[in-house]
T-cell receptor
């Protein structure tokens, strides 16, 4: 079946540092790929998405590129802020359901 | 436009009881999905409904059931609660096309004692 593997962390960075969270997937078809973010005590918020190979999703300074050849969708941000501290989930969508990675806890210190 | 709403936000039940959780999707959305989030298992798909029909179901025992009404609102029911059912239950809505973005509610936190 479909699966998503992402680095679990936790990841601790200083403000303005560069962020990468790795995500790879296994799927039988051609899924759409997502990054969601979860702040404490809240549900999931869509961060960005990509629907086909070589698409780049971007939002709030975060970027991820759909790489079919390496089955990857790594999340990057050039300069993180304290307000980016949260749990980040990589997910793929197929057959009307989302399959999630385990989540990566990011803490950004001032 | 109002987001996905879930009620109640918090619940405490005892083993053996049953519970019903409710979800109202974003206006115009006809698909509702349910997910269970636990520290050990992470986010797991329960089921998805579109126009009152279940189109997909996750790998959960039959104690977990759901339904969708003609106004797209959805409920999920868990019977004979077990301690391991303690979790955050998240509802998400979408337009209903496959692979479309799903928008999540704040969740219902269930504690089973």
């Amino acid at each position: 079946g479909d699966s998503v593997t992402q680095m679990e962390g936790p990841v601790t960075l200083s403000e303005e540092a560069f962020l990468t969270i790795n995500c790879t997937y296994t799927a039988t078809g051609y899924p759409s790929l997502f990054w969601y973010v979860q702040y404490p005590g809240e549900g999931l918020q869509l961060l960005l998405k990509a629907t086909k190979a070589d698409d780049k999703g971007s939002n709030k300074g975060f970027e991820a590129t759909y790489r079919k050849e390496t089955t990857s969708f790594h999340l990057e941000k050039g300069s993180v802020q304290v307000s980016d501290s949260a749990v980040y989930f990589c997910a793929l969508s197929a057959n009307y359901k989302l399959t999630f990675g385990k989540g990566t806890l990011l803490t950004v210190n001032p | 436009k109002a987001g996905v709403t879930q009620t109640p936000r918090y619940l405490i039940k005892t083993r053996g009881q049953q519970v019903t959780l409710s979800c109202s999707p974003i206006s115009g959305h006809r698909s509702v999905s349910w997910y269970q989030q636990t520290p050990g298992q992470g986010l797991q798909f329960l089921f998805e409904y579109f126009s009152e029909t279940q189109r997909n179901k996750g790998n959960f025992p039959g104690r977990f059931s759901g339904r969708q009404f003609s106004n797209s609102r959805s409920e999920m029911n868990v019977s004979t609660l077990e301690l391991g059912d303690s979790a955050l239950y998240l509802c998400a809505s979408s337009t209903g096309q496959d692979q479309e973005t799903q928008y999540f509610g704040p969740g219902t936190r269930l504690l089973v004692l």
